[in-house]
C-alpha cells in the first residue's frame, strides 16, 4: 500500500495546482513572447547521481563491506518526456543507475586463494508517467508519477563471469524544477525516487545460466534516489 501513497500525493497536489487561481503562468518582458504555459510538449535529458536506499546485510564478510557500500552509488543518466493539456500532462520517463568498484584481491568463496574482484551494477527504469505542472514566467515545478519496467543487472568477475539479471514493476515519482532562459529552453533540477523488488533472477556463471526463485529475507531491493541536472525543451 505503501507505493500508491505516489498516487494520492500526486492527486491532492495537482488538484491543487490547478484549482490555485496563481496557477496561470506570468508572461515574459514582452507580452508577445510565449510562455511556457503555452507549451504542449516538453522533452529533458539529465545526468547526476544516484544512490541505493537498502541496508547492507549483517551477514556481508567484513573484507567486501567497503566493495558493497561504493556500489550503493554510482552516475545516473536519463530523459523524459511529457505532453500537457493546460497543466496536467502524460508521457514516459526513463532513467539508467550505473556502479562499478574494482575491490582489488579478495579471497575466492573457497577462500584458498585471492584474485581480483570486479563487480559492475545497472539498474534501469522506463515507464509512461503522469505529470502536473505548476508555471510561474520563468520558473516552472512538476510533479511526476509513474509505473513501468525495472530491470536490474549485475555482472561481477573474479576469474570467472557471473551475471545476475531481473526485471520487475517499478513505481516512481519526480520532483522537478525548471528555469526558463527563453519560453522554449530552460535548465533544471530534478529529485527522482524509484521502488520495486526483485522475488526471481536469471544467473549465469561462464557459459551456463538458470533461473532462481528467491527466498523471503533475500529478495533483492531495487530502491533507489536520484539528484540531477540538465536542459529541457519546450515545443
Known amino acids: 500500500m505503501k507505493r500508491f501513497r505516489f498516487l494520492a500525493l500526486f492527486a491532492v497536489l495537482s488538484l491543487s495546482f490547478v484549482l490555485t487561481p496563481g496557477t496561470s503562468a506570468q508572461t515574459y518582458a514582452s507580452r508577445s513572447e510565449r510562455s511556457y504555459e503555452n507549451t ?12 541505493r536506499t537498502a541496508r547492507l546485510s549483517d551477514d556481508i564478510d567484513p573484507a567486501l563491506r567497503d566493495h558493497m557500500r561504493k556500489l550503493k552509488s554510482g552516475y545516473v543518466i ?29 579471497k575466492t568463496q573457497d577462500a584458498t586463494a585471492a584474485s581480483n574482484l570486479t563487480e559492475e ?14 508555471v510561474a514566467g520563468k520558473h516552472n515545478m512538476f510533479i511526476d508519477i509513474s ?11 573474479q576469474g570467472l563471469d557471473y551475471r545476475v ?23 533544471g533540477a530534478s529529485f527522482t525516487a524509484v521502488t520495486g523488488t526483485l522475488r526471481k533472477v536469471r544467473i549465469g556463471v561462464g557459459s551456463e545460466s538458470f ?25
Open 40 to 51: 504542449h510538449l516538453r522533452v529533458a535529458v539529465q545526468g547526476g547521481w544516484g544512490y
Open 78 to 106: 536519463g530523459a523524459d518526456a511529457a505532453w500537457y493539456v493546460a497543466n496536467l500532462g502524460f508521457g514516459v520517463t526513463y532513467h539508467n543507475l550505473h556502479s562499478f568498484d574494482n575491490a582489488g584481491k579478495v
Open 121 to 134: 551494477i545497472g539498474i534501469m527504469y522506463v515507464a509512461p508517467q503522469l505529470s502536473s505542472r505548476y
Open 147 to 157: 509505473l513501468g519496467y525495472l530491470s536490474y543487472r549485475n555482472h561481477t568477475f
Open 165 to 187: 539479471n531481473g526485471k520487475t514493476l517499478g513505481y516512481g515519482a519526480d520532483l522537478r524544477y525548471d528555469y526558463a532562459i527563453t519560453p522554449r529552453f530552460a535548465v
Open 211 to 235: 533461473d532462481q526463485e528467491l527466498e523471503k529475507g533475500e529478495y533483492e531491493s531495487l530502491n533507489h534516489m536520484a539528484l540531477t541536472a540538465g536542459i529541457r525543451f519546450m515545443l
